[in-house]
Structures are given as C-alpha cells and as structure tokens.
C-alpha cells in the first residue's frame, strides 16, 4: 500500500509541520523537542506500519501512532495552560488530531477484519 496516498499520512504530516513552524523559536527546548518527537511520530509511524508485512506489524505499529496523538495532545494541552498558544489554535489541533485519531482507529479495525478474514479461508 503507498501510504503517501492515505488522508490519515497526509493531514498527520500537515499538522506535524504546522506544529513544528508554531514551536520553532521556543526556548524551552525539553518541551519542544518532545513536542516536535510526537509531532513526527504520527505520520513516520503511519508510513512505518503501511509498509509492514504482516496485518499483525501494521496494526502493532498503527497503536504507537495512537499512543503518539494521545501524547501531542496532551502536550498542546500543556502548551495552552502556560499560555504558549492560543485556545483557538489548540482548539483547531485538538479537532485535527480527534480526526487522525480515529482515522488510526478505523484503519486498525479493517485490518483486524483482514486477518480475521484470512484466518477463516483457512478453516
């Protein structure tokens, strides 16, 4: 599968760059670069797993990509309390990641559905 053609890479990589322009000059660099590590694993996490093998790999690896929007989430959620952005741009990333979210979700379950599926042809 060509992940480059996947909204969920694609909207993953446009919110990871967005991000990373809006944090770039920031001089707390503990909090930035693990800002900018969540930001990236999204859509380096999508690519990883479409280029998988295994349905079990893919979906293995589609949970780090999970676990990465919780992360980003909760650090933009951060970023809002100390006044580093403005609510209507954590606002905007909060909807793009709820989005991303449960598009990595659903991508998840058709492949469970595909190994559920090969697994019965073998019965």
Request: positive net charge; proline residues 2%; contains cysteine.
């Given at each position: ?12 990589l ?43 790999d ?66």
């Amino acid at each position: 599968m060509n992940y480059q053609k996947l909204w969920l890479w694609q909207h993953s990589l446009d919110i990871a760059i967005d991000i990373m322009e809006t944090f770039q000059h920031s001089k707390n660099f503990s909090f930035k670069d693990q800002v900018f590590r969540s930001a990236i694993s999204i859509p380096s996490n999508i690519a990883e797993a479409m280029t998988r093998d295994t349905p079990a790999d893919r979906r293995r690896i589609l949970y780090y990509a999970i676990g990465s929007c919780a992360e980003l989430d909760t650090q933009l959620q951060i970023a809002l309390r100390l006044k580093w952005i403005e609510a209507k741009q954590r606002e905007q990333w909060r909807r793009a990641l709820r989005q991303i979210y449960v598009g990595l979700h659903r991508l998840r379950g058709k492949l469970e559905q595909s190994r559920d599926a090969s697994y019965a042809r073998r019965l």
